[in-house]
């Protein structure tokens, strides 16, 4: 179970010691916690907050907590919630169930009790927002996959070839070019189908977190292990484990994944216990991994384990044939979102899609429309729209119509430029590689610009 303060938790009691008891606890375990006194202090809370979980008493003064299950459902907020009684009264919580609580905790119990239902309520949640965030991917993997492009095409051919094997694949390409899609589609296409898909992103946890997401740990192993915890392995377990970004994985970490991939085996931190993995590994970066190794940054031992096979995605500027395609699928899935119809993209605002290169790829690409679409008026996107953020500032206040389409690009491209160079610290080498070009392109460019800073290397 994966507990972190990005789960809210709501406690509703009027005995004030047990709501700090209870805080504290879940506080403990990695939850973040609010409480209230009563009902109708909880509704006015959850009408400004987003709230996983409430935990309710079932008798207090004034609204009771059948009352106010009754009321959060009635509001929709998709809160889930678990009812706390000193009564043990079966009768009750059945009565709160019927209402909408997912579960219910007897006052009396072990706390430890509390955690694990709350844990599996937070699991169950999970598993449907996974549910329905593949629903709503299945349409977007299919237009991604279905390319024009010749050298993508042959990318796809090679997972189709390589799917059912056990082989260990390296997902190459800039940071945006679908190398998560590419990585569940050779999943889904797999014998493993039917079993987890587990990705980690290497890039988003500390070096002091990382291992006990990876390998999970035992209760007591380090301060704060108040549970034993399944770690990414053994939840991948039978599937496959999609480690992204694995550039940025701390070289202890290399060293113990390197092990892994020798025994096909783990061991939970806190626990001498050996468990058995049979775990299709995929990884991704987009980092220049040979740069990295010359740099003592990556282990050489490490990167010949994890690519037998290794494909690079292209990026979107070196397949504009499915561009167009992307775009009319971007805008009829963001315009049904945003609750818009029939939008329509001006030709000159499609000229400029069509013929930009796109830094950050796809993503970047549903990002662009997303944004049109929630500026657009009257059912249509114009060259207002497209640079309206880049004209609030010095050059808000000029009259006498928009400028030329070239005037705008580069007003964007200069911008872009800095940006990422202040990103990269100034190392004009880096940035290139970020960018997906060469250092003398990028020199070329802050030349063309002037763009000038003391500390550009």
Same mark, same amino acid.
């Given at each position: 179970?994966?507990?972190?303060?990005?789960?809210?938790?709501?406690?509703?009691?009027?005995?004030?010691?047990?709501?700090?008891?209870?805080?504290?606890?879940?506080?403990?375990?990695?939850?973040?916690?609010?409480?209230?006194? *009563?009902?109708?202090?909880?509704?006015?809370?959850?009408?400004?907050? %987003?709230?996983?979980? %409430?935990?309710?008493?079932?008798?207090?003064?004034?609204?009771?907590?059948?009352?106010?299950?009754?009321?959060?459902?009635?509001?929709?907020?998709?809160?889930?919630?678990?009812?706390?009684?000193?009564?043990?009264?079966?009768?009750?919580? %059945?009565?709160?169930?019927?209402?909408?609580?997912?579960?219910?905790?007897?006052?009396?119990?072990?706390?430890?009790?509390?955690?694990?239902?709350?844990?599996?309520?937070?699991?169950?949640?999970?598993?449907?927002?996974?549910?329905?965030?593949?629903?709503?991917?299945?349409?977007?993997?299919?237009?991604?996959?279905?390319?024009?492009?010749?050298?993508?095409?042959?990318?796809?051919?090679?997972?189709?070839?390589?799917?059912?094997?056990?082989?260990?694949?390296?997902?190459?390409?800039?940071?945006?070019?679908?190398?998560?899609?590419?990585?569940?589609?050779?999943?889904?296409?797999?014998?493993?189908?039917?079993?987890?898909?587990?990705?980690?992103?290497?890039?988003?946890?500390?070096?002091?977190?990382?291992?006990?997401?990876?390998?999970?740990?035992?209760?007591?192993?380090?301060?704060?292990?108040?549970?034993?915890?399944?770690?990414?392995?053994?939840?991948?377990?039978?599937?496959?484990?999609?480690?992204?970004?694995?550039?940025?994985?701390?070289?202890?970490?290399? *060293?113990?994944?390197?092990?892994?991939?020798?025994?096909?085996?783990?061991?939970?931190?806190?626990?001498?216990?050996?468990?058995?993995?049979?775990?299709?590994?995929?990884?991704?970066?987009?980092?220049?991994?040979?740069?990295?190794?010359?740099?003592?940054?990556?282990?050489?031992?490490?990167?010949?384990?994890?690519?037998?096979?290794?494909?690079?995605?292209?990026?979107?500027?070196?397949?504009?044939?499915?561009?167009?395609?992307?775009?009319?699928?971007?805008?009829?899935?963001?315009?049904?979102?945003?609750?818009?119809?029939?939008?329509?993209?001006?030709?000159? %605002?499609?000229?400029?899609?069509?013929?930009?290169?796109?830094?950050?790829?796809?993503?970047?690409?549903?990002?662009?429309?997303?944004?049109?679409?929630?500026?657009?008026?009257?059912?249509?996107?114009?060259?207002?729209?497209?640079?309206?953020?880049?004209?609030?500032?010095?050059?808000?206040?000029?009259?006498?119509?928009?400028?030329?389409?070239?005037?705008?690009?580069?007003?964007?491209?200069?911008?872009?430029?800095?940006?990422?160079?202040?990103?990269?610290?100034?190392?004009?080498?880096?940035?290139?590689?970020?960018?997906?070009?060469?250092?003398?392109?990028?020199?070329?460019?802050?030349?063309?610009?002037?763009?000038?800073?003391?500390?550009?290397?």
């Amino acid at each position: 179970m994966t507990q972190n303060k990005n789960y809210r938790i709501l406690i509703v009691d009027d005995e004030i010691e047990y709501q700090k008891v209870v805080s504290i606890i879940l506080e403990d375990a990695g939850y973040h916690t609010d409480t209230c006194s *009563g009902g109708a202090e909880a509704l006015d809370f959850l009408k400004d907050n %987003v709230v996983d979980l %409430v935990i309710t008493d079932l008798r207090m003064p004034g609204m009771s907590g059948n009352e106010l299950i009754r009321q959060i459902v009635e509001m929709d907020c998709g809160t889930d919630i678990l009812v706390v009684t000193a009564f043990g009264s079966i009768e009750g919580a %059945v009565d709160s169930m019927k209402l909408g609580a997912s579960d219910y905790f007897v006052k009396s119990n072990d706390l430890d009790e509390l955690l694990l239902k709350i844990g599996r309520i937070e699991r169950m949640r999970s598993l449907e927002r996974k549910s329905d965030i593949l629903l709503r991917n299945q349409d977007s993997e299919k237009v991604f996959l279905g390319t024009k492009n010749t050298y993508f095409q042959n990318i796809l051919e090679m997972c189709n070839r390589t799917a059912d094997t056990n082989i260990n694949i390296l997902l190459l390409g800039e940071s945006g070019v679908g190398k998560e899609v590419i990585a569940n589609y050779i999943h889904r296409i797999s014998q493993r189908k039917n079993e987890p898909f587990i990705p980690v992103n290497c890039q988003v946890f500390p070096e002091g977190l990382i291992d006990s997401e990876l390998f999970g740990h035992e209760k007591g192993a380090f301060t704060g292990a108040v549970l034993s915890r399944v770690g990414k392995f053994e939840e991948a377990n039978d599937g496959t484990l999609f480690l992204d970004e694995i550039g940025d994985l701390p070289m202890t970490t290399q *060293g113990k994944l390197l092990r892994v991939l020798e025994t096909r085996s783990i061991e939970r931190i806190g626990s001498n216990k050996k468990i058995d993995l049979d775990v299709r590994f995929i990884s991704a970066t987009n980092k220049n991994i040979s740069q990295k190794i010359m740099e003592g940054a990556f282990r050489e031992d490490l990167l010949y384990r994890i690519n037998t096979l290794t494909l690079t995605i292209p990026p979107l500027r070196e397949r504009r044939e499915d561009i167009p395609g992307l775009i009319d699928f971007f805008v009829r899935k963001i315009e049904a979102d945003q609750k818009k119809k029939d939008v329509q993209i001006d030709g000159k %605002v499609m000229d400029y899609l069509l013929s930009y290169d796109y830094p950050g790829n796809v993503r970047e690409l549903k990002n662009i429309i997303e944004r049109l679409i929630a500026l657009s008026r009257n059912g249509t996107v114009t060259m207002s729209e497209l640079f309206m953020p880049f004209n609030m500032g010095a050059d808000a206040g000029r009259s006498g119509g928009i400028s030329s389409l070239k005037e705008e690009r580069a007003k964007f491209e200069k911008r872009y430029i800095v940006n990422a160079l202040e990103i990269s610290k100034w190392n004009v080498t880096r940035c290139a590689a970020e960018l997906g070009i060469t250092s003398r392109q990028l020199w070329n460019k802050i030349n063309q610009y002037g763009i000038k800073n003391k500390e550009i290397e």
